[in-house]
């Protein structure tokens, strides 16, 4: 495998074969049944918050969020203030970048952690028992201002237009989180919470024996909140009360996970 070309790179070589590297251990597959038998999707769902004239419903908006980060960890958050195109384009441009030629993302390619704009296939691939079938960009827009000039033409402009927005929500979020612990609302913002900012753009290609790989293996973000734009295709889950989930995508709306820092910091 060229690293450089990533995961796509082996899909678009025609490969009929999921390279060694890539399968996972007969013991984690064993592991997913654990989401079988008596618990069925159907029994919950991850909690919806609308943040539709939230000024005028405050109240409900900080109760949902509190039972919603207490109990799951996970909600979806809708009416929240970014305009449908905006994430439409984001997606459209995420794989805009992950589907243009090779030479073209080779320029971003690189794993070095200072770089702020790179385009890698598995951070942690001299690390984990196999590699995720997933290649991502990666750029840190955050707390030191990017240079828009650093971000790959291709999707530029609506990664800076979808941060700005972002950033604005998650002040938003943080702010019902504080007033949730029964603290001042600017208080998770007084702590820095929310100068940090990374987008992370996953791309997954099309597996040719997807029941050995896996696109994310389990983990939880080391960061204080992620927000999350899914496409329509679907795959996310989560872990809750022992059993693994399924989040459908819902149009229009942005998940949200507490991260281990908010946890460890409000815990």
Known sequence: MNRKSGVKGLVDAGITKVP??????????????INTGEWTNTQFTIPVI????MYSRRDEAVDGVKWAAKEVGFFQVVNHGVENRVLEEMLEAVRGF??????????YYSREMTRKVKYVSNFDLYKSKYANWRDTLFCVMGPDP?????????SRDIMMEYS?????????????????????SDHLKEMDCVKGHALLSHYYPACPEPEL????????????????????IGGLQIFHQN????????????????????QASTG
């Open 50 to 53: 609308d943040l539709k004239n």
């Open 243 to 262: 059993h693994w989930i399924d989040v459908p995508p819902v149009h229009g709306a942005l998940v949200v996970n507490i991260g281990d820092l908010l």
């Open 146 to 154: 990017l240079d828009p000039l650093e971000l790959p033409l291709v």
């Open 164 to 184: 700005n927005n972002v950033c604005k929500l998650a002040t938003v979020l943080f702010e019902l989180l504080s007033e949730a612990l029964g603290l001042k």
């Open 20 to 33: 060694r590297f890539f399968i996972r251990p007969p013991e984690d597959i064993a592991a997913d049944d």
């Open 213 to 232: 790989a896996m696109g994310t293996t389990k983990h939880s973000d080391p960061d204080f909140l992620t927000i999350l734009l899914q496409d329509d």
């Open 98 to 107: 992950h589907e243009q030629p090779r030479e073209v993302k080779e320029e």
